[in-house]
């Protein structure tokens, strides 16, 4: 079921951010799983952050054409890579994807879904989720799950990356910066990344 507006159903284009330094061997893969993601609404901004491999990155991400934004810049790092990015994307929400990390095929969707039945949470929130572990052949080798953490709790668990169920129990805590879903106005109210 698709939520409704009065101009159709409410579809954000969604800003899929792709840093990358030296990634000529893993940055196609990136960027296929981003195109294919079931949910259609998107751009995917690839911005070369300075590589110096005679050109390999560039050729992987001028060979996609159109169908990717590509920018390429001095080397800065990842942070000064994202901010790139963000300053040039033209969605409301911002998905970051490492260069050397891939998307499940349904993760913009997923995340869009949950926001379409919770319109009230659609500015306030930052969506993230568990993620799994690939080896340099993208075979799946584990599955990270993210303990249950209370709203109330988040900014500590976030900060001491861990979840405290009791003095004795805790629980490692980390959200993946891939994994997450961000309103682009969050940016605007609490500043880049910090390069």
Sequence with gaps: MIAMTEAGPWC????????VYNGSDYLGEAIDSALAQTYENKEVIVVNDGSKDEGRTEAV????????????KENRGVASALNYGLSRAKGGYISWLSHDDVYVGNKLEAQIEYLRHNPQKRRSVILYSNFYYIDEK???????????????KFYQALLCEMVFKSP?????????????LIPKDAFEKVGLFNE
């Design 61 to 72: 991400a001028k060979s996609y054409g159109t169908r990717i934004r590509y920018f390429s």
């Design 168 to 180: 004795l129990r805790r629980w490692k805590f980390g959200v993946n910066g891939c994994t997450s």
């Design 12 to 19: 954000p284009l969604v800003s899929i951010i792709i840093p």
């Design 138 to 152: 993208s075979v799946v080798f584990n599955k990270y799950t993210l303990p249950r953490v209370p709203p109330e």
